[in-house]
T-cell receptor, first 113, second 116 residues
């Protein structure tokens, strides 16, 4: 079945540091890939998405590129801010298969001033 | 404002006492779903609904019931709650559902349930 694997957290960075959160996936069909962000005390909200190989999703300075050859969708940001502190979830939807989106376990990011 | 509304935000109950968590969306979405979020396990889907009167099990449906009598509402029912159902619950919706491939999910703010 489909699965998403994210790096363990928490990731702790200083403000203005470079961020990478790794995400790899397995899927039987043709997945679309997503990053969701969960700020403290809130529900998840979509951060960015990519629907086919080599697509790059971007939003709020975050980027992720759909790499079919390495089955990866790593999240990056060049300069993090304290306000980026949150939990980040990688997810996939398989257009050829399940009605159940698959989420990773989440990676907590803590950014210090 | 487009939103998914869950109630209550916090709920403490005792084992065996039936409870309902409500979920409502105002975006005319066809697809609605319930998730539970537990430390170290991430989000796991409980039930989903593709449209009115159409519901199906997710990954962890045991101990839960749902109904979809109207398009906007999708309540989660725990007939006889147990302590292992203590968790953070999220309702989510999207226009047509994940098989369209790029459907964005809209989430509610969550319900923290404690079963004593």
């Amino acid at each position: 079945g489909d699965s998403v694997t994210q790096m363990e957290g928490p990731v702790t960075l200083s403000e203005e540091a470079f961020l990478t959160i790794n995400c790899t996936y397995t899927a039987t069909g043709y997945p679309s890939l997503f990053w969701y962000v969960q700020y403290p005390g809130e529900g998840l909200q979509l951060l960015l998405k990519a629907t086919k190989a080599d697509d790059k999703g971007s939003n709020k300075g975050f980027e992720a590129t759909y790499r079919k050859e390495t089955t990866s969708f790593h999240l990056e940001k060049g300069s993090v801010q304290v306000s980026d502190s949150a939990v980040y979830f990688c997810a996939l939807s398989d257009r050829g298969g399940s009605y159940i989106p698959t989420f990773g376990r989440g990676t907590s990011l803590i950014v210090h001033p | 404002e487009a939103q998914v509304t869950q109630n209550p935000r916090y709920l403490i109950t005792v084992t065996g006492k039936k409870l309902t968590v409500t979920c409502s969306q105002n975006m005319n979405h066809e697809y609605m779903s319930w998730y539970r979020q537990d430390p170290g396990l991430g989000l796991r889907q409980i039930y989903y609904s593709m449209n009115v009167e159409v519901t199906d099990k997710g990954d962890v449906p045991e101990g839960y019931k749902v109904s979809r009598k109207e398009k906007r509402n999708f309540p989660l029912i725990l007939e006889s709650p147990s302590p292992n159902q203590t968790s953070l619950y999220f309702c989510a919706s999207s226009f047509r559902g994940p098989t369209s491939g790029n459907e964005k999910l809209f989430f509610g703010s969550g319900t923290q349930l404690s079963v004593l």
